[in-house]
């Protein structure tokens, strides 16, 4: 069976890709192999589409090209945490608040819905700081939120990375998800990969 899965995103999901390497390092690296090895009579065709700094309104500019028109039969979104960022590191530029990121990312999931017969996987944004308390971490709840209204008005797979790392982070052991805040070490993909494969083992029968 030939399948054909999108992870678009931003840096998270972009996660070390380079010349000659258009899966990367990270997370989506992980699913890549799990899923080879897990399902080897499967054809797996895995296109990562992150790229660095992306919010959701740069994931609609893009939307037609790195989604609708490879006709994926899945499709894996991971975004939020630059919507949240920006208000912290650029509060010049013009922001994403809650109300806009929802109604733009909804146009996204009604897009695929009307241009492909692909199931989707909407994965919650992650952690803005190893701190549960964090500044970042509170305004991520409302986009948390929305990913959540989303997913049960279109009845989409959703995967709770950002549960899971709170969680993590509530455990009060010494090991750490992150290089800075933000981007995934090896445990934070590890992380992320395991909470995408418990989320949507449905989808893979």
């Known amino acids: 069976m030939n399948q054909r899965i999108v992870f678009i995103g931003d840096s998270i999901t972009w996660w070390g890709i380079s010349e000659g390497d258009d899966i990367g390092t990270?997370?989506?690296?992980?699913?890549?192999?799990?899923?080879?090895?897990?399902?080897?009579?499967?054809?797996?065709?895995?296109?990562?589409?992150?790229?660095?700094g992306n919010?959701?309104?740069?994931?609609?500019?893009?939307?037609?090209?790195?989604v609708i028109s490879i006709?994926?039969?899945?499709?894996?979104i991971s975004i939020g945490i630059n919507d949240v960022a920006r208000q912290f590191d650029s509060p010049e530029i013009d922001q994403v608040f809650p109300e806009q990121?929802?109604?733009?990312?909804?146009?996204?999931?009604?897009?695929?819905?009307?241009?492909?017969n692909a199931s989707i996987?909407?994965?919650?944004?992650?952690?803005?700081?190893?701190?549960?308390?964090?500044?970042?971490?509170?305004?991520?709840?409302?986009?948390?939120?929305?990913?959540?209204?989303l997913a049960?008005?279109?009845?989409?797979?959703?995967?709770?990375?950002?549960?899971a790392f709170i969680e993590f982070l509530k455990?009060?052991?010494?090991?750490?998800?992150?290089?800075?805040?933000?981007?995934?070490?090896s445990m934070g993909n590890m992380l992320m990969a395991k909470t995408w494969i418990q989320a949507t083992k449905l989808l893979f029968g």
């Open 26 to 52: 990270g997370y989506v690296r992980l699913l890549h192999d799990y899923l080879k090895v897990t399902y080897p009579e499967w054809d797996f065709e895995i296109f990562n589409k992150g790229i660095s």
């Open 55 to 66: 919010r959701v309104t740069d994931l609609a500019e893009r939307w037609e090209r790195d």
């Open 71 to 76: 006709n994926p039969d899945i499709v894996s």
């Open 101 to 116: 990121f929802e109604e733009i990312l909804e146009s996204l999931l009604t897009s695929v819905n009307k241009n492909t």
């Open 121 to 149: 996987v909407l994965m919650e944004p992650t952690i803005i700081g190893e701190d549960v308390q964090s500044e970042g971490n509170k305004k991520l709840i409302q986009y948390v939120e929305v990913i959540h209204r």
């Open 152 to 163: 049960d008005k279109y009845n989409v797979t959703i995967v709770p990375t950002h549960k």
């Open 171 to 185: 455990s009060n052991n010494d090991n750490t998800l992150t290089i800075d805040g933000v981007h995934m070490n």
